[in-house]
């Protein structure tokens, strides 16, 4: 059984595609591990003023994380699947 469910939806008035992960109803997973491993990895949630883009969204209190690059959900089903 998969850990996670995720999709992929084009960003409202945007050409940008975010995916977002959860792991709702799967009690194995640790939230804050995951929380930290994106820290760790794309920087701070939300906007980044100095990239003028946003690399990710920490929703983790809903069990779910969002992704703003496509190729970043690649990178978590490595390291997290």
């Not at 709702?24 to 990895?41: F, Q, T, Y």
């Not at 980044?48 to 089903?77: A, G, H, V």
Request: hydrophobic share 30%; glycine share 6%; with cysteine.
């Amino acid at each position: 059984m998969n850990k996670f469910t995720y999709r992929t939806e084009q960003y409202f008035g945007s050409k940008k595609k975010i995916c977002t992960i959860s792991w709702k109803g799967h009690g194995e997973v640790n939230s804050e591990e995951i929380r930290n491993w994106c820290i760790a990895n794309f920087g701070k949630s939300g906007y980044q003023e100095e990239i003028d883009d946003s690399l990710w969204i920490d929703n983790i209190e809903k069990d779910e994380i969002m992704l703003c690059r496509e190729e970043y959900l690649t990178l978590f089903l490595l390291r997290w699947e």
